[in-house]
């Protein structure tokens, strides 16, 4: 908007990424509690508790704005907004009080998207190398997680077991490639049999049970590294599982292959994607109750916008944009089924014959998927081959780090 006198930045994953800062004020999220104004000379103030900085990070800081303390914040905001000045506030982030606070004191409100959203979701070479060397880390960890996982006899180990057991594993892999686990990015979902079936279900210790011989175990868990954010969902078989439940995992790891492999054309949005992980399963009579996929942060929060593949994403995908692939299947009360890789937009190599140029995944999450539940026979020859393509790729990525 034209002729402003000031942003109003509310957002702590804007506040991160302006000012290039992490924070431990929020769980599983490296968010700084903290809020700036931004003029349009470019000039910024800071609000953020001084107790929370080292000098290092307080010198950083005063070299890029005027740090003030957030007991100020509203008095500076009324003297601000004096005189009619105009003050870009993004209503979905904002509290009404502060926009009420800007018309008090005379000041004129412009609704508007944080500017800092757009290109905060668009990573640039940096941020997409450290996010791919996370994942390379992160991916070392699930896989020997796994290994331990597929070593214990069926009926052992419960699913607060499992969760202890991978954070362990993150952390112990973080400590030997000296770049440390910081956080979880979430807290893990890790369901066996019915609580697989429940999409958001988190283990306590009065639903915490042993996962059982002839199960499906679902494990999403993530984690936060300085270089980047990790998300990944994989579904295993404890011990032979029946016909049923192969069929269902191959239709929702159709539908993430499909994903995977999409080309498509400057402009698409992720809603134009999403059915193209659900068509295996529209086909079967199934389908799964969540969005294909969210944005994912730069060592910032694993869900953000605006990016998105749903039904109801609008938001065009741009090169450098990091998403979930994670479509899914779930039978109430019976099992639950999640296959979930982090990819990235980018420009794709010029299509042969083609007339246009298009745009292309690019994948950063390394990790086997379970081949003892995929059911050869309902793949093309071109989903074989992108699986057995990306298994070789995790071999010749992965085997160097582990032990």
């Keep these: 908007a034209k002729g402003l006198s000031a942003v109003l930045i509310t957002d702590p994953s804007s506040v991160a990424w302006i000012f290039n800062v992490r924070g431990a004020d929020v769980p599983h999220t490296p968010h700084p509690l903290a809020r700036a104004i931004v ?3 470019g000039k910024a103030e800071l609000f953020i508790d001084a107790a929370k900085l080292g000098s290092e990070e307080a010198a950083y ?29 993004d ?45 390379l880390q992160d991916g070392a960890a699930v896989v020997e997680f796994l290994c331990w996982l597929d070593g214990q006899t069926p009926g052992s180990i419960t699913e607060i077991d499992a969760v202890k057991t991978l954070e362990a594993t993150r952390a112990r892999v973080g400590q030997s490639m000296q770049n440390p686990l910081k956080d979880v990015s979430f807290d893990t979902i890790s369901g ?14 009065e639903s ?10 679902l494990i999403d868990s993530g984690a936060q590294y300085v270089n980047g954010t990790t998300d990944i969902t994989r ?79 609008t938001q065009e995908l741009l090169p450098g944009m990091i998403l979930s692939n994670e479509p899914g299947y779930y039978r109430p009360g019976a099992f639950g089924i999640r296959i979930e890789n ?15 140029p298009v745009l292309s995944f690019e994948t950063l999450t390394w990790c086997p998927i379970d081949r003892r539940l995929v059911v050869p026979s309902l793949m093309t020859s071109e989903e074989l081959q992108w699986l057995n393509d990306y298994h070789a790729e995790v071999r010749e990525k992965l085997m160097p780090l582990i032990d």
């Design 39 to 41: 003029f349009s000379n």
């Design 61 to 89: 800081l005063d070299a890029l704005a005027l740090r003030r303390d957030p007991s100020e914040f509203l008095g500076r905001l009324a003297e601000v907004s004096k005189n009619g000045a105009r003050i870009l506030i």
């Design 91 to 135: 209503p979905d982030l904002t509290p009404l009080a502060l926009t009420a606070a800007i018309v008090a004191a005379g000041g004129e409100v412009v609704e508007g998207i944080d500017p800092a959203k757009l290109p905060r979701a668009c990573k640039n070479s940096a941020e997409l190398d450290g996010s791919a060397k996370a994942h």
């Design 192 to 205: 066996a049999g019915e609580h697989a079936a429940i999409m958001h279900y988190r283990v306590t210790s």
């Design 208 to 217: 915490n049970r042993q996962i059982l011989p002839g199960e499906l175990f």
């Design 235 to 313: 579904t295993v078989a404890v011990g032979s599982v029946s016909e049923d439940r192969k069929r269902f995992f191959t239709l929702v790891l159709k539908g993430m292959i499909a994903i995977s492999m999409a080309k498509f054309p400057k402009g698409t949005r992720g809603c134009d994607l999403d059915p193209l992980a659900r068509i295996a399963l529209w086909k079967a009579g199934a389908d799964f109750a969540h969005g294909t996929g969210h944005g994912v942060g730069s060592y910032l929060s694993v869900h953000e916008g605006p990016q998105r593949i749903s039904r109801m994403s």
């Design 342 to 356: 982090l990819i990235f937009v980018n420009d794709a190599a010029p299509v042969e014959g083609g007339d246009m």
